[in-house]
Structure formats: structure tokens, C-alpha cells
């Protein structure tokens, strides 16, 4: 590991203008002090305070997800993130990231002169600059529901899809549905992506036939149903799959606008069991993500990547909600 006499050596510079550049010291000019960090995020540098057992201070990076009320997405998911934290006396903040956030400064340069032992991300994609810059970088980071291929120090935690997909076609079929739709969320999305295998897996493990008419890609909000609602009707749908929650609450809606009603002409599930989903009309049947459980699970695998325990894949079991949008299909 690189140290701080090392970085002076190779610029050429006295160790104690490294140590100003580190430290974020005022009397040199901001050109030398991005030069010593940057040298020092190539060298593979970490300071003291980056390596110590005792404490740690880390970040949750977050974008596109709503999380400051309990009925949003990422609530839960930095609560049980922060209780770990807790319990290890470990310092965690939140940061919404932003684009200019991410082309101001280098990911590793960031972290390195915040002093952040590592990152849990939230909301990212894969075309995000700082998530493309994880492929090269040495500092342990997790992502939700992304993944970064041949990377020691990166991680992905999420929700097993396959199972928690495989649970609603079961159950579908269990009540006689054949033409079973599936709705799901912004295409160039790994869970999109991830969700839409699930289906069309399940669907051939269970003898049902796949209809193109009844497979649609939307976006993570009500307001997609409209679109793909109409069409998965006048296809002979008697049950819709949803990528979500949000998704499947705007398909209740859009059912009841055609004069139909949930369960008795369509069936309807969704998936995370938000608050939300006990309390539509009718209440939701879903396949669960333990939202908080998934935050401890992030907190784990980053205790792992941080202490060199090289872990690839962290997913949580999927479990089946059921309550009153499902029902046995009526066509014969």
C-alpha cells in the first residue's frame, strides 16, 4: 500500500505539501492538492482513518428514489443500513448524488478526501459516470440492484426476482389463469431486465404460453398503466403481473375505469409490498422485499468488502403476500 512519502516521491514534492493535500489544508492551491489526491487514488493511498477497525465513516450515495418518509422506497432500506451501522459505532451519511456531483470530482478522489471507508448506492444505474468509474475502483462500495462484473471491492444486494416472480405465476395458475400479463418497469434497468427473465422462465416452468401482446416494458410509476392496461384487455389478460407496487396501483385504477373490477374480471400483483399495498381497494396481493432487511444486508456485505472478504451476489428470499386482488379466474 501506497504511503505518503511514496506520492511525494513520485511528484516530486515535499511529503509535508502531500500532507497539506490530503488533509484539505488552505495554503496550497487547489491545482496541487487535486494532483496529490488524484496520485494518491492511482497509487492506491488510504489513509489511517480509512483503515482503522474502530470506526469507520461511510456513505450512502442516493438517486433517483424517494426515501425521507416511511412510505417511500429507500426509508426502510437506509434505516436498516444505519441500525448496523449503529451497532458497529460506525458514522453514516447520506448523500444525493446529482450529475454535477459526478463530473466534478472522480468517485475514488471523493472518497478519498471525504475520509469514506465506503459507499452503498441507491437509485443508480448503470450509465451513471460515478457506477461506470466501480470497474476499476479499490474502494468497497454495494450497489442495489446493480452489478459490477470482475471487481474484488464491489458488491450487489438485492431481492431473488426469479423466486419472487416464480411465487406469483404459481399462484396464478393455482387459481386457473392462463393469460397471465406481465407489466414492468423502465427498460435499460438490471432489475427490469432481471424481472422480465423471471416471467418468461416461470411461464415455460409452468406450461403457460408466452403472448408478445401481454408482455410490456413502462416505468416505476402508476401512471404507466394507462398505456398497456387497454391493450392487455383486449388481448384476453385475466391476470396482470406488476414490476411493482406503484405500477400495480395504477392497473387497479386503470381495471376500474374499463367498468371491470380486481379480483373478479382481472387479478392483479404487484411487487416490494410498499405500505401502500395493504391499503389499496382492494388491498394488494405482492411479493414482498424486507426493505429493511435489505439495508442490513448491504451493511453486511460492505463490513465484508472493507475487511478483504470478497463477495460478489447478496440476495434476499422473496415471500408471498397474498390478499384480496387475486382471485380464481373466471374464463374457461
Known amino acids: 500500500m501506497a504511503t505518503i512519502k511514496d506520492i511525494a516521491n513520485k511528484l516530486g514534492i515535499a511529503v509535508s505539501t502531500v500532507s497539506k493535500g490530503l488533509n484539505g489544508a488552505s495554503d496550497i492551491s487547489d491545482d496541487m492538492r487535486q494532483l496529490v489526491l488524484d496520485t494518491a487514488v492511482e497509487m492506491g493511498y488510504a489513509s489511517k482513518k480509512m483503515r482503522t477497525t474502530t470506526t469507520r465513516k461511510v456513505c450512502i450515495f442516493i438517486e433517483n428514489m424517494d426515501y425521507e418518509n416511511i412510505d417511500q422506497f429507500g426509508y426502510d432500506i ?9 451497532r458497529r459505532h460506525w458514522e453514516v451519511t447520506v448523500v444525493p448524488s446529482s450529475l454535477t456531483l459526478q463530473t466534478e470530482e472522480k468517485y475514488d478522489t471523493y472518497m478519498l478526501k471525504n475520509g469514506y471507508s465506503g459507499a452503498f ?5 448503470l450509465h451513471d459516470d460515478w457506477v461506470m468509474q466501480l470497474n476499476k475502483t479499490t474502494v468497497p462500495s454495494v450497489l442495489l440492484d446493480n452489478y459490477i462484473e470482475r471487481n474484488n471491492h464491489v458488491g450487489y444486494v438485492g431481492t431473488d426476482s426469479d423466486e419472487g416472480i416464480d411465487l406469483a405465476v404459481d399462484h396464478l395458475k393455482e387459481l386457473g389463469h392462463k393469460k397471465i400479463a406481465f407489466l414492468n418497469g423502465s427498460k435499460n434497468s438490471m432489475v ?17 404460453s408466452l403472448d408478445e401482446n401481454l408482455i410490456e416494458f413502462g416505468y416505476y410509476v402508476p401512471d404507466c398503466a394507462k398505456y398497456h392496461v387497454p391493450s392487455f384487455l383486449k388481448n384476453g389478460a385475466t391476470a396482470i403481473i406488476c414490476a411493482s407496487d406503484l405500477i400495480a396501483s395504477g392497473v387497479i385504477a386503470e381495471v376500474k375505469k374499463h367498468g371491470l373490477t380486481v379480483p373478479d374480471d382481472i387479478s392483479v400483483i404487484g411487487f416490494d409490498d410498499l405500505p401502500i399495498a395493504a391499503q389499496l381497494s382492494p388491498p394488494l396481493t405482492t411479493i414482498r422485499q424486507d426493505r429493511v432487511d435489505l439495508g442490513k444486508s448491504a451493511f453486511l456485505l460492505l463490513d465484508g468488502l472493507i475487511h478483504n472478504v470478497s463477495i460478489s451476489k447478496l440476495l434476499q428470499r422473496a415471500k408471498f403476500i397474498k390478499r384480496q386482488s387475486t382471485a380464481p379466474c373466471k374464463t374457461k
Open 78 to 86: 437506509i434505516v436498516g443500513f444505519k441500525l448496523s451501522a449503529a
Open 121 to 125: 448506492f441507491l437509485g443508480f444505474t
Open 192 to 208: 427490469s431486465d432481471q424481472r422480465y427473465s423471471a416471467y418468461v422462465n416461470s411461464m415455460k416452468k409452468h406450461g403457460l
